[in-house]
């Protein structure tokens, strides 16, 4: 800035690189005016360039102030260049810093440094079942508290953890909602969200069977500027916002032992606030000791759902501006705090006081028998977090709103009675011991650090897990879905196809081919869709397969005319699940029959599919093979797989390595004794002969049914199948290992435990090598069965022994499909069951 003849000159600076350092050709240290100073530009008044290099400003203006490095700086001309830049710094003391907005020295809470507070409402369950709906209600004092401490105590907003009911009813809902209305009508924020017992109908647990939804809808909530929206329709799954100043805070309330696609949402939804500080609220979160609760949802509920130890792997540990989760559903008082993926600690806590019953004795120390005896209910127990910005600290209190009520409290003071005081007389009594009976304990009244006056810190990091709890894949849950089958990237995403009869547009019996798309862990990638391009007739037996760049065929055997005779069809799809062809049909002879097709895959894209075929209609299946490339394109024409057509062949499997070459192995009984065996052959990736048919078995007696196939990249594979070597009628699941040559390479092994039935093998060889067998299994011989795994190393040693994949037991699991990829990762999909009602859906299931 100068002035000349009474004019103000300002050089406007860009923001160059070059505007953060000071011009060329010297730094004026001798105290000179050279000729590349600002003074010689100020004055070139004649207009003529004097090959001068102009200085950058580092600072507005001469004298402005401003916050430089946390302390005051003043903008000046420092040396003598001529040039503007900041002083040094006058650090600001007493743990103040420097405000921007008035560039003094503060404290980072600026004009917001009172204390405010949150309170939370522990199972309200038996307010709502054993107190009648007046204003004795406790659950209404506990209202009327907030409300007569919102002024006092800074409450910025109210959160239920979940029971508000005890067994899902209109009264019960009513009580609630009416103890609610009384925020409503003071414009007092609150979340309120499910607990298991929201669900309940008649005893019987049902997540469409709450009546939440008619209590507190998404429309009781809509018109609030705090209220920012649902997951779906439902109000179930809801956030909040509350802010104090530039403090932001989001509540993120989550149903009871949430489904996977709920994780996800959240998921979502946290990582597009990362300016906000964000608060989890779910039911059932922690247990007693602080450890994650297992025993959600309960196993008696036969429902698909996240567990604690869910919640955390696959949402709150990954995101650095989740600080907080609060739960309740178990008779306790909990804290811990963990450190997230990214560094960041997050605060868990556990409260729920509902099992604290009434004592009318003339001290705590008679109140021996009060812990969920009688008439408990919870003693109008509630708690407070109270958040400190002049120190970053927040303080929890737990306070009771019926202190001085001497029907619930000995001489009306308060205390806890499911704690050391609890000596039932009768050891069969419930009860328990969970915290301290004093209210003043560290127990109830403690406090934690947090810095919450400053934005979080942004980071997401999953830290490459894979690993999702058991999810349904199918969206529409009417009719049956069967045969699902599974395609895994090298990424982790994977694509789910299967047989669907959720259409009443062809009549029921009928079924769809039907896929989705996952990302890697399991959050929905595309929706599900038919496969094929109309819904007439009948498609059943699908398969799938996926190359290096997650492009996929889907091919199954297709009755579209519906006159019972079935063709194979195929469609590629691109990883995004937009189509890439249609070959229809697959085979290239039409008479007779053509179904169970399998479809393998390279890398590149160049495909192999492999059917049962019956052109001969004859009854006795052969097993033919065609290959493309990866546009669909014709490689190579329909060919036999075994040359000649005597006997029956059945089930193939097919298999392709890096370069394409070809495994296929079939169930075999050419010698038409009814006894079957498994062979195998190879071809080169042009469909001509590698190596000859061999028998994978070794020992032939009895029957060897159902093959599954797995290729490495280096064209070694592994076969399994189901095996009844002795004739017994009990089936056992056994594997062999063959080189690329079709040289046996790992001598016959049992995968399944002796003993009950083991059914419908798959087996999936990662790239290099490594190989998973999964299978129906009824060790136990009840008739229900599971799913179970084991997985290998290239060599045949153990990489993880036998394990349940499916975590609900109740009903049937079946007919899995699985597969691995060279990470590690393993996805796993079967029909399902669970609720034992004779409908089957899709499960999903990832490590």
């Keep these: 800035m100068t002035i000349i003849g009474g004019l103000l000159i300002l050089a406007v600076v860009s923001c160059s690189p070059d505007a953060t350092r000071k011009g060329t050709p010297d730094a004026d240290v001798d105290g000179d005016t050279d000729a590349g100073d600002v003074s010689d530009v100020v004055n070139d008044v004649d207009g003529e360039s004097d090959g001068d290099v102009p200085c950058g400003d580092l600072c507005p203006g001469?004298?402005?102030t401003g916050c430089v490095d946390g302390g005051i700086a003043e903008c000046g001309q420092f040396d003598a260049d001529a040039c503007l830049e900041w002083s040094a710094p006058v650090p600001c003391e007493g743990g103040t810093r420097c405000d921007p907005d008035t560039v003094t020295c503060r404290e980072p809470c600026g004009d917001f440094c009172a204390p405010f507070s949150i309170v939370i409402l522990p199972d309200t369950q038996y307010y709502t079942s054993k107190q009648p709906n007046d204003a004795d209600n406790t659950y209404r004092k506990q209202m009327q508290w907030v409300l007569d401490h919102r002024a006092s105590d800074g409450i910025a907003f109210v959160v239920h953890e979940g029971d508000i009911t005890n067994a899902n009813t209109t009264s019960q809902w009513q009580i609630a909602s009416d103890a609610h209305a009384m925020l409503d009508a003071a414009g007092m924020p609150y979340t309120v969200t499910t607990g298991n017992h929201d669900y309940l109908l008649s005893g019987v647990f049902g997540r469409s069977d709450s009546l939440f939804d008619t209590y507190f809808p998404a429309s009781r909530f809509a018109a609030n500027a705090w209220y920012g929206g649902s997951y779906g329709s439902s109000n179930i799954n809801n956030y909040n916002f509350f802010s104090v100043g530039p403090m932001r805070f989001m509540v993120l309330s989550i149903e009871y032992s949430a489904r996977k696609d709920v994780l996800c949402w959240a998921d979502d939804l946290v990582a597009s606030h990362p300016d906000h500080h964000v608060i989890l609220v779910t039911h059932c979160y922690l247990t007693h000791g602080g450890g994650y609760s297992g025993g959600c949802p309960d196993p008696d509920y036969n429902a698909i759902g996240a567990t604690g130890s869910a919640v955390w792997d696959e949402l709150v540990s990954r995101h650095s501006n989740i600080f907080m989760v609060l739960s309740g559903h178990i008779g306790d008082s909990e804290y811990r705090v963990k450190t997230s993926n990214t560094g960041a600690p997050v605060h868990e806590m556990l409260v729920d006081y509902q099992f604290e019953g009434e004592c009318t004795a003339s001290s705590a120390a008679s109140c021996t028998n009060h812990c969920r005896i009688g008439t408990y209910h919870g003693n109008g127990?509630?708690?407070?977090?109270?958040?400190?910005?002049r120190q970053n600290s927040i303080r929890a209190s737990t306070f009771t709103v019926e202190e001085g009520n001497t029907e619930m409290f000995p001489q009306g003071q308060p205390a806890f009675f499911c704690s050391?005081?609890?000596?039932?007389?009768?050891?069969?009594?419930?009860?328990?011991d969970w915290y301290a009976s004093d209210p003043a304990s560290p127990q109830h009244q403690y406090a934690f650090s947090y810095n919450f006056v400053d934005p979080p810190a942004v980071g997401i990091d999953s830290m490459g897990r894979t690993a999702f709890s058991d999810r349904t894949v199918n969206r529409l849950s009417a009719g049956d879905q069967f045969a699902p089958a599974v395609a895994l990237s090298p990424a982790g995403a994977f694509v789910t196809v299967w047989e669907d009869d959720s259409s009443s547009t062809d009549g029921a019996g009928n079924f769809d081919i039907f896929m989705r798309g996952f990302a890697p862990g399991g959050c929905v990638a595309f929706s599900d869709a038919m496969v094929h391009a109309d819904g007439a007739g009948h498609q059943q037996d699908p398969s799938i397969a996926m190359d290096a760049a997650g492009n996929f065929v889907v091919a199954w055997s297709?009755?579209?005319?519906d006159n019972g005779v079935y063709q194979i069809h195929a469609r590629g799809f691109f990883a995004d699940g937009t189509p890439r062809f249609t070959i229809a049909p697959v085979n290239s002879v039409a008479t007779g029959q053509q179904t169970l097709p399998s479809v393998a895959m390279a890398p590149d894209g160049r495909f192999v599919i492999a059917w049962q075929d019956d052109r001969a209609s004859?009854?006795?299946?052969?097993?033919?093979?065609?290959?493309?490339?990866?546009d669909g394109s014709e490689r190579f024409t329909d060919r036999s797989v075994h040359d000649d057509a005597l006997g029956a062949r059945l089930r193939p499997r097919v298999g392709l390595d890096a370069a394409a070459n070809i495994v296929v192995v079939w169930q075999d009984d050419s010698d038409g004794n009814g006894a079957f065996q498994i062979h195998a052959r190879g071809f080169n990736a042009d469909g001509t002969n590698r190596f000859a048919r061999i028998t994978v078995n070794s020992v032939a007696d009895g029957q060897q049914l159902e093959p599954a196939l797995g290729v490495a990249s280096d064209g070694s594979f592994v076969v399994a199948w189901r095996d009844d070597a002795d004739g017994g009628g009990n089936y056992r699941i056994l594997a062999r290992a063959f080189t690329a040559a079709g040289a046996g390479r790992i001598a016959d092994f049992a995968v399944s435990a002796a003993g009950g039935q083991?059914?419908?093998?798959?087996?999936?060889?990662?790239?290099?090598?490594?190989?998973?067998?999964?299978?129906?299994?009824?060790?136990?011989?009840?008739?229900?069965?599971?799913?179970?795994?084991?997985?290998?190393?290239n060599d045949g040693s153990d990489l993880r022994v036998q394990w349940t994949v499916n975590r609900v037991a109740n009903g049937p699991q079946r007919f899995p499909g699985a597969a691995i990829n060279d990470p590690g990762t393993q996805v796993f999909v079967w029909e399902d069951d669970g609720d034992d009602n004779g409908t089957y859906q899709i499960l999903a299931r990832g490590w």
Excluded: C, K
């Design 62 to 64: 001469l004298g402005v």
């Design 381 to 389: 127990w509630m708690w407070q977090l109270i958040f400190d910005p």
């Design 420 to 432: 050391e005081l609890f000596d039932p007389p009768d050891p069969d009594q419930t009860g328990g």
């Design 558 to 561: 297709d009755d579209t005319d």
């Design 618 to 630: 004859d009854g006795n299946g052969q097993i033919l093979m065609r290959g493309f490339s990866a």
């Design 758 to 793: 083991h059914r419908t093998p798959v087996l999936s060889v990662a790239p290099g090598g490594a190989f998973l067998v999964s299978w129906s299994d009824d060790s136990d011989g009840d008739g229900n069965y599971d799913i179970f795994a084991r997985s290998y190393n």
